[in-house]
């Protein structure tokens, strides 16, 4: 006589305690989300660029921030799923009408979990 097993199997990499369609959205979750930190050159202050910014971040349901710098370019982060966040990527390299982009720097970082986007 065998023993029933489980009423849903678990894969070996699947915690305790968690469902396995959890499991699978946590999972996709994690490896969606990216998080992209860009830096702005150019005429970038001063023509709307952080509003505008804003506005496309949240059209996109992407998380972060923007500010000016001291030094007259535009920082943000961007963080959300993979492909939205390359959008705001591509669309950084532009920026609003009045904008005249030079350089955009892109660095690579771990997600932190920010929700909302907001103007620093």
């Known amino acids: ?32 989300v990216i998080r992209k ?11 709307f660029f952080r509003d505008t910014c804003r506005r496309a971040a949240e059209t996109r349901g992407v998380a ?3 500010r000016n710098l001291p030094d007259g370019r535009v920082e943000a982060v961007f963080e ?19 904008a005249h982009v030079t350089g955009v720097e892109v660095r690579d970082g771990p997600p932190e979990g920010l929700t909302g986007f907001r103007i620093r």
């Open 1 to 32: 006589m065998s023993r029933p097993g489980p009423a849903t199997p678990r894969r070996r990499s699947q915690p305790a305690g968690i469902e396995p369609h959890a499991w699978a959205v946590q999972r996709r979750y994690r490896q969606t």
């Open 37 to 47: 930190r860009v830096l702005v050159s150019g005429r970038v202050q001063g023509v």
């Open 64 to 66: 972060g921030w923007v």
């Open 80 to 98: 959300g799923d993979a492909e939205a966040v390359e959008a705001l990527v591509a669309w950084a390299g532009h920026g609003p009408e009045s």
